[in-house]
């Protein structure tokens, strides 16, 4: 999944909420409500992955140039987000491979 989707999703979703809150005539409690899961989201995608999220990169290292590529520009701390961009990119690797 691309950041451009989830960034959509989650403006899509906002603007949603937004509409029930001013339906609901609770506006204020709806737009905290929004920035907290926004300020929640960014926070997890932007935080250190676990180590045994090293030991996979570790494992997938070496056997695709564009992946490695990945890997040595998210290294020393990978966020959740590269992670995911990285299995991506592995996975993409990979199935052109067996072509």
Request: proline share 2%; glycine share 6%.
């Amino acid at each position: 999944m691309s950041l451009s989707l989830i960034l959509i999703t989650g403006v899509i979703l906002s603007i949603i909420f937004h509409f029930i809150g001013v339906y609901a005539g609770a506006k204020k409690f709806v737009w905290i409500a929004i920035i907290l899961l926004w300020a929640g989201s960014i926070n997890i995608a932007m935080s250190e992955v676990k180590p045994s999220a090293y030991k996979y990169i570790d494992k997938i290292k070496g056997k695709y140039e564009a992946t490695d590529k990945l890997i040595q520009s998210a290294l020393p701390e990978i966020s959740v987000y590269e992670l995911v961009q990285i299995k991506r990119s592995f996975n993409e690797e990979k199935k052109k491979a067996r072509k």
